[in-house]
């Protein structure tokens, strides 16, 4: 855990001014955020809540909008360390490593891990993807045959446990999340 946590709610109301609404559409020149532009669209908080209840379960609408309101503010508090970080580091762009540093140093290191893990596959991906990508059998061929001859070191030790993602099944009530 990190001292700096009363800092990071300083730095939101330095940079931002929650109280008032902007003229024009989204971000004022003032500073001001409207509450849509800071808030994720409550349909899609509610979608993402109705998924794990039962077929028959409601969600009241303080419901849906106190998830909404902690959901934003996390990822304002995440993103607002990682951006610090950045900042301290003189570099404009804050990546996926950032993102996983912020959530291990603020104590969710529960989700860190898993990130990182789930970071490591999508970057595998996206590699693989633009490998393949515009060109044509042969060329995939040969650049195979190069790969295979060269020893593959892994960047995530092999030991790292892998992703599993809980399937549930929203008709059975007794099913307990995993997280």
């Known amino acids: 855990m990190v001292d700096s946590i009363g800092n990071n709610s300083e730095r939101a109301y330095q940079r931002y001014n929650f109280g008032g609404a902007s003229s024009g559409g989204g971000s004022g020149e003032d500073g001001i955020i409207k509450e849509q532009d800071r808030l994720l669209p409550i349909a899609n908080v509610g979608r993402i809540m109705k998924q794990i209840l039962p077929p ?59 990130l990182r893990r789930y970071l490591y596959k999508y970057r595998e991906q996206e590699g693989e993807r633009a490998t393949n990508k515009g060109s044509n059998n042969e060329e995939r061929e040969d650049f195979s045959d190069y790969r295979s001859a060269q020893p593959w070191k892994p960047t995530v030790p092999s030991t790292a446990t892998p992703l599993k993602f809980p399937i549930v099944d929203a008709s059975n009530t007794s099913l307990s999340r995993q997280y």
């Open 56 to 114: 028959n379960a409601k969600i009241s609408k303080e419901a849906k909008e106190t998830m909404q309101e902690c959901v934003s503010e996390f990822i304002s508090f995440v993103t607002g360390e990682a951006s610090d970080k950045c900042h301290k580091e003189k570099r404009k762009t804050v990546n996926g490593d950032d993102i996983c540093w912020a959530l291990a140093t603020l104590g969710f290191d529960d989700y860190a891990e898993p």
